[in-house]
């Protein structure tokens, strides 16, 4: 593939002559890369609920922390993978984070298929899923560059909506996977569960090694380093000293970080709450997921800020719904409850990403992106350790929920005075 040499977006003859197809051939590209990105990343979100029942002995809090903990490092390395695209190029950058998702996968492959395997080794394979989670930063910063102003919304509402649609589809799949014997000549014996029944619980990583290694070698011979993307760490740095690179974290936080942290622990709330439903656990991140891009061309259309307040105010009303419902031990009225909050924040995590190319310019817009998101990943550590101390001391979820309804409160304040009201700073 012959390598770019020009780059101009905002060139509407450049666009429609070569760069439009070149830029969406990336994004077509870019999204089944990080889609298994966020499968290796949030693997242990499905994978914890089995571990009990096929020999580990491990207690309710070391199970939330194992769903939590490729959160913690995942969103740490995203400050990382921020700025590796301007340091490295963005192809170069795409093959070698795509490759090393096979390492934990294989890791967790062989783990567990034995119960004494140590906790600790458990811990280790969860921190090294976080290398899945660093990769939406860089991914997010790499295709920004590729798109005129007008389309980054819809284009980034793409690649992370249906990027995150790797959280609902490890949720989906693993039940059918683990039920079939296809990996056991890996070395990968049945495990036998209470009921008499057989499960292969390493399935659920070894399945995904095989699409690792083919977008690995997709990502090498058909997406691009941009000239225009190439920037020094110090020079990508500087967004730390603007004050609305801390105020659209803040936002981001709130939506991406609620859909994050509520998908890695919506299934072990299913399984201690209405454990009989907990199969349908993929529905909230398929849905978040779902509408992230609606969120974004919404926003394309009416306007980011707009846009992001309705979905917080929607997050408050969904968080109000989950606290009576649980409440009431009344499934429907807490799963409808969760899904408004689950799309709710999806619709918000395209809003806040549309607004951050319109705040920024071109060159701090890209690790704008990546900086909000690692701040933001956080929430898939904190949420559900928040639940399980939550659980575990007062013996419902909903105390939890109360925290992250003031956070949505202070939210929309900000994102009204800043960039929506009549005389904002920067009308979004």
Sequence with gaps: MARITKWEPENKIFWEKEGKRHAKRNLWISV???MLAFIVWQIWSVVAVRLNDIGFQFTSEQLFTL????????ATLRFVYTFAVGKFG???WVVFS????AIPAI?????VQNPDTPYWIMLLLAALCGLGGGNFSSASANISFFFPKKEKGTALGINGGLGNMGVSVVQFVTPLVITLGTFAFIGGEAQVLPDGSQIWLQNAAFFWVLPIIIMTIVAYFGMDNLPTAQQSVSDQFVIVKRKHTWIMTWLYV????????YAAAFPLLLRSEFPEFVSLAFLGAFLAAAFRPIGGWL????????????????????ALEVIYFAGQQHFIGFLIAFLVLFIAAG????????MIPIIFPVKEAAPVLGFTAAFAAYGSFFIPKLFGWSVATTGTPVTALYFFIGFYVISILLNIYYYQRKNAEVKC
């Design 67 to 74: 769903a939590a903990v490729p959160g913690l490092i995942g």
């Design 107 to 111: 890791g967790i492959g062989i783990a």
């Design 299 to 318: 926003s394309d259309k009416l306007g980011g800020a707009k846009v992001t307040t309705y979905v917080l105010f929607a997050m408050i009303v969904g």
């Design 32 to 34: 089944p890369t990080l």
């Design 347 to 354: 619709m918000g995590s395209g809003s806040t990403f549309q």
């Design 90 to 92: 963005g192809r170069n």
């Design 98 to 101: 795509t490759a090393i998702l």
């Design 254 to 261: 709130a939506t991406f970080g609620s859909f994050i942290g």
